[in-house]
């Protein structure tokens, strides 16, 4: 069995994206709504990973009551700011119609691939712009030398911004893909004869070793605080055993994802820097 280490991958993909922009600064623009503890670390985490690898990153705070026409107006004057690359908008936003948000977005400047043409062109298999969680569990696949092509692949998860792009995309690289989620009758049908897992329920210990064949991929999305601990969906101590590789909750596909921002972002940086060269 192989624990794969996320962190070192996440590593890697900084630090090629480092070397990348040495005379470029792409600029991208955090969204956020006061007023939740953990929200607010999470955009300190994103400037954070930014200005590791050399970009300019702000987070814009609204206070907390702060209106729908407020965020639209803030989105519209980035969305027509050249210097201005990339957007994210962190949740919860209270009060405020998220769709409405991630319709206004640029989607050129989409960086958590959350637009609606966005979403389309993933589905098309045309990917550009991807939801960043997605794209990480596709990034350390492709690391470990897993092929995903023919395989099973179970996600446990239909969310928007991951179960279903992942879906998306393992089809567009040709797995045969099952998506589960709550509603699911009998999980283990579907895990147990599963080349690959990606679980993403938000449920501690959801995945057990009875879930899992033996010598099967193992990638946990979730994400379970209990007080200082972080935890996953998967049992990680009873799967190692049987799993033939596993990503740990901390340390897997977590840093990969704000890896996977970052790339967005320089790829949306060379895309609004090349449409500005054209408008001049
Ligand atoms: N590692 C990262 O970078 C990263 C990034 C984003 C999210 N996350 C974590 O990933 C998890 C999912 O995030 P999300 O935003 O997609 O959340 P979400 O919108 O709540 O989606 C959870 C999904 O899991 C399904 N589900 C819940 N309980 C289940 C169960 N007992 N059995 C089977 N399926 C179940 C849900 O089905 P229903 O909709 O039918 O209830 C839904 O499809 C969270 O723990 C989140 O913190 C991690």
Known sequence: MHVIDGRRIAGGIEKKIAEEIAHDKPHVSTILVRGNEESELYAKLKEKACRRVGFESETIAFDEGATEKEILGEIKRLNDDREVHGIMVQLPMPGIDYGKVVNAIDPAKDVEGVHPFNMGMTLLNREFLVPCT???????????????????????????????????????????????HVYTDDLMKYTGNADIIVSGA????????????????????????????????????????????????????GPVTIACMLENSLRAYRGVAARSHRKN
């Open 134 to 180: 997605p794209l990480a569990v596709i990034k350390i696949l492709e690391h470990e030398g897993v092929e995903v092509r023919g395989k099973d692949v179970v996600i446990v998860n239909h969310s928007n911004i991951v179960g279903k792009p992942l879906a998306a995309m393992m089809l567009n690289r040709n797995a045969t893909v099952s998506v589960c």
């Open 202 to 253: 938000g449920v501690k210990g959801l995945i057990t070793e009875k879930h899992v064949g033996e010598g099967s991929i193992v990638i946990d999305v979730g994400i379970v605080k209990e007080g200082e601990k972080v935890y996953g969906d998967v049992d990680f101590d009873s799967v190692k055993e049987k799993a033939g590789m596993i990503t740990p909750v901390p340390g897997g596909v």
